[in-house]
Every structure is written in structure tokens, then in C-alpha cells.
């Protein structure tokens, strides 16, 4: 946004795509980027929704494109809501270093976690990046909320390994890291 209020979305996302230069390896992205002043702001929600939840965009983004962050939110939680299930994984398969590797490698976490079928992280992306976007633009609680109305609470993952004491043991140094992601939401 200029100093004088008016927000230019070509300069925005010329300044978001500077701050993460690795999302121009993503055809989506890239091809939005080429666009440059024939970019719409349905063309840049419609990307920028899916890379909304991905840990290393969503400070940037809502940085970015404040002005736009509630239709944004809004797509996030849209593309959220097609999830079937986002209580629990349907395949565990994925070590803590191997994940952080893939999600490197990936613009759309929706997509990936959904094929994946591990709804419960990306849920738990989802609480992440909704507790980020309310340190920095708290006048969008009415859409995260929206997607509370669905969706299971922040700490799921607690209530489910909650009644289920050896896995709580096995599972204490991933569940640590989540409950930190949580705590501030």
C-alpha cells in the first residue's frame, strides 16, 4: 500500500514475489507474474488463496496484500472446506524432515495433504496460518471463524491422542511442536 492509502496489486505482488522468489518455480504463480498490469484481483486471489496456508508465505502474504487478506482468507477457507476429513490422517507416512522437504517443493498444501490423505496437518497448517493472519490483521476473526463452523478445534490432535496413553508416548516430540504452533491461537 502507498503512503497516500491507494494499494496497486501489480506493485503488491511484484513485492510479494521479491520477498519469495521461490514461488516463480510454480506455473501458477509464474504465469500471474508474467501478467503483470493485465493481473486481476479474482486471478490473484484465486492463486494466493492456496498458498495462503503454507507456513513459509503466510507473514508475507497478509504483509502484501492486506487491503485483499479477507477475500483471500475467504478462498483459503473455501478450498479448506472441500477437505473430506480433516479430523484425522489417513496416512502417516511422512517423517518430520521428509514433510518439511515436500512442503519446500510445494505451492498448494490443500492439495497436496488432501491427496496425501492427511487432513488432521492440514488442519493443524490451517490453525497455523489463521493464528498468524490474526497477530497481523485481527479485523479478519469473522472469516476464520467461518471456518471453525466446519472444521474440528484447533487441538484435535490432543483430544484424539488424549484417550489413547502409549500413543500420547510415541508421539510427544511431533505433538510438542504442533501444541506450540496452537498455543498462541
Same mark, same amino acid.
Given at each position: 500500500?502507498?503512503?497516500?492509502?491507494?494499494?496497486?496489486?501489480?506493485f503488491?505482488?511484484?513485492?510479494?514475489? $521479491?520477498r519469495?522468489?521461490?514461488?516463480?518455480?510454480?506455473?501458477?504463480?509464474?504465469?500471474?507474474?508474467?501478467?503483470?498490469?493485465?493481473?486481476?484481483?479474482?486471478e490473484?486471489?484465486?492463486?494466493?488463496?492456496?498458498?495462503?496456508?503454507?507456513p513459509n508465505?503466510?507473514?508475507?502474504?497478509?504483509?502484501?496484500? /492486506?487491503?485483499?487478506?479477507?477475500?483471500?482468507v475467504?478462498? $483459503?477457507v473455501?478450498?479448506?472446506r472441500?477437505?473430506?476429513?480433516?479430523?484425522?490422517?489417513?496416512?502417516?507416512?511422512l517423517?518430520e524432515?521428509?514433510?518439511?522437504?515436500?512442503?519446500?517443493?510445494?505451492?498448494?498444501?490443500?492439495?497436496?495433504y488432501?491427496?496425501a490423505?492427511?487432513?488432521?496437518?492440514?488442519?493443524e497448517?490451517?490453525?497455523?496460518?489463521?493464528?498468524?493472519?490474526?497477530?497481523?490483521?485481527p479485523?479478519l476473526l469473522?472469516?476464520?471463524?467461518?471456518?471453525?463452523?466446519?472444521?474440528?478445534?484447533?487441538?484435535? /490432535?490432543?483430544?484424539?491422542?488424549?484417550?489413547?496413553?502409549?500413543l500420547?508416548?510415541?508421539m510427544?516430540?511431533?505433538?510438542?511442536?504442533?501444541?506450540?504452533?496452537k498455543?498462541?491461537?
Open positions: 500500500m502507498a503512503m497516500d492509502g491507494s494499494f496497486s496489486l501489480q503488491a505482488l511484484e513485492r510479494f514475489l $521479491a519469495c522468489p521461490k514461488l516463480l518455480a510454480f506455473p501458477h504463480v509464474d504465469s500471474l507474474a508474467k501478467k503483470t498490469h493485465m493481473v486481476t484481483e479474482e490473484v486471489v484465486n492463486v494466493l488463496g492456496e498458498v495462503f496456508l503454507h508465505y503466510t507473514i508475507p502474504l497478509m504483509g502484501c496484500f /492486506r487491503p485483499i487478506a479477507g477475500k483471500i475467504d478462498k $483459503a473455501g478450498l479448506l472441500i477437505v473430506p476429513n480433516l479430523r484425522s490422517n489417513a496416512n502417516d507416512t517423517a524432515a521428509e514433510e518439511e522437504k515436500v512442503l519446500n517443493e510445494v505451492a498448494s498444501v490443500v492439495e497436496l488432501n491427496r490423505g492427511r487432513g488432521l496437518d492440514l488442519h497448517l490451517a490453525c497455523l496460518a489463521f493464528c498468524r493472519t490474526l497477530d497481523l490483521a479485523f469473522g472469516p476464520i471463524l467461518n471456518y471453525f463452523k466446519f472444521a474440528p478445534p484447533p487441538f484435535e /490432535r490432543i483430544s484424539l491422542e488424549g484417550k489413547n496413553s502409549e500420547c508416548a510415541q510427544a516430540p511431533p505433538l510438542l511442536v504442533r501444541v506450540r504452533w498455543v498462541r491461537l
